[in-house]
């Protein structure tokens, strides 16, 4: 199974640019690297999706090495809402033919005033 | 609606008994996914529909777990028997293609509490 392994929790200052990396080492071919955000008592939110290099939107960047083993979702100038769980996917396109999205434990990012 | 809706928002239920849970999808969406969460945990993949089927289902925990899409839009999840263990948020998500490499947009949840 594709597995992701990122931080259990980090700790940021609002107006801070915060960078969480998550590892999957066997991430096949096909599968881009898909990042959800998740608030308490909603389900999860899609932040940002990549396949290599770099990706921007209005809210993330999303950086993805040449070898595809691990990425980094970068949030510039966090605020106090920003203040969630988030999680890095991979889609599980060897063993399922791409229909179940593994998530793992995510990253509980807390923001401080 | 525009987005996913799922009812109830939360169900209490005695252990054994039986429970529905349904999610609307986003219109147009073919492809519906249902997650269970536990506390502190991330989703837990349970079964996936392209359309009216369940191409993979091999996330169901056992037998007593069922999910049915027969028009290809709503989904009900059946839980039989309930147990104090299937305590948990139950999520719904749907998407314009069955494949993970697009966007899924999820429902708030079904917190099921089983005393």
């Known amino acids: 199974l594709a597995k992701t392994t990122q931080p259990i929790s980090m700790d940021s200052y609002e107006g801070q640019e915060v960078n969480i990396t998550c590892s999957h080492n066997n991430i096949a071919t096909n599968d881009y690297i898909t990042w959800y955000q998740q608030f308490p008592s909603q389900g999860p939110r899609f932040i940002i999706q990549?396949?290599?290099t770099k990706v921007t939107n209005e809210v993330a960047s999303l950086f993805i090495p040449a070898d595809r083993k691990s990425s980094t979702l970068s949030l510039p100038r966090v605020s106090l809402s920003d203040t969630a769980v988030y999680y890095c996917l991979v889609g599980d396109t060897l063993n399922t033919g791409g229909f179940k999205t593994i998530f793992g434990a995510g990253t509980r990012l807390f923001v401080k005033a | 609606g525009a987005g996913v809706s799922q009812t109830p928002s939360n169900k209490v239920t005695e252990k054994g008994k039986y429970v529905e849970l349904r999610c609307d999808p986003i219109?147009?969406?073919?492809?519906l996914y249902w997650y269970r969460q536990s506390l502190g945990q991330g989703p837990e993949f349970l079964i996936y529909?392209?359309?009216?089927?369940?191409?993979?289902d091999s996330g169901l925990p056992n037998d007593r777990f069922f999910a049915v899409r027969p028009e290809g839009s709503v989904s009900t999840l059946k839980i039989q028997r309930t147990e104090r263990g299937d305590s948990a948020v139950y999520l719904c998500?749907?998407?314009?293609?069955?494949?993970?490499?697009?966007?899924?947009?999820f429902g708030q949840g079904t917190r099921l509490t089983v005393v």
């Open positions: 529909f392209q359309g009216t089927g369940a191409a993979d």
């Open positions: 998500a749907s998407s314009l293609e069955g494949h993970t490499n697009t966007e899924a947009f």
């Open positions: 219109s147009g969406h073919t492809a």
């Open positions: 990549g396949y290599k």
